[in-house]
């Protein structure tokens, strides 16, 4: 069905708060949670999530998910009651194990060791895992949670 899109013809200004720790290298998600930004790094670190100071961009906590590996990191996104943490780049076509890890924000806020539920996924149309950097179909770089439903193509 068609369905009409809300206007988006408005201005946006942009203006920089302020430099994130030295501790993130490469932040590729974020989210607002307890009145703090909660990033991580792309790739190469431990799968850590970086709680940070939104006015001075200091780290101030960090939270170090024991059941995960960060092969490569794309996103963040939370719901009501988890935060997702998501392993999901495959920019080399050769990924089989993408996981999207969700961390109970209850453990998230009394713990600095966390373990997730894992949430592994694939491609069903994917059937050659031919390195080809940059050319796949089969990477996702983004996520989103909405009202706690499952999406599906209109």
């Known amino acids: 069905s068609d369905k009409e899109l809300p206007n988006t013809n408005f201005e946006i200004t942009i203006s920089e708060v302020t430099e994130l720790d030295d501790l993130i290298k490469e932040t590729s998600g974020l989210i607002y949670f307890n009145d703090h930004l909660i990033t991580h790094n792309d790739s190469g670190d431990k799968p850590n999530l970086y709680e940070v100071n939104p006015t001075n961009g200091q780290v101030i906590r960090t939270v170090f998910i024991a059941n995960a590996n960060n092969k490569d990191m794309e996103d963040i996104a939370q719901d009501e009651t988890y935060i997702y943490l998501c392993d999901i780049g495959n920019n080399t076509n ?31 149309e994917q059937t050659d895992f031919t390195y080809s950097n940059m050319t796949t179909n089969f990477d996702a770089e983004a996520v989103i949670c909405i009202s706690n439903q499952k999406l599906s193509s209109m």
Do not use: G, M, P, S
């Open 94 to 124: 050769t990924r089989k194990d993408q996981t999207i890890y969700k961390i109970k924000k209850t453990d998230y806020l009394a713990k600095n060791i966390v373990e997730a539920e894992l949430i592994t996924f694939n491609y069903a």
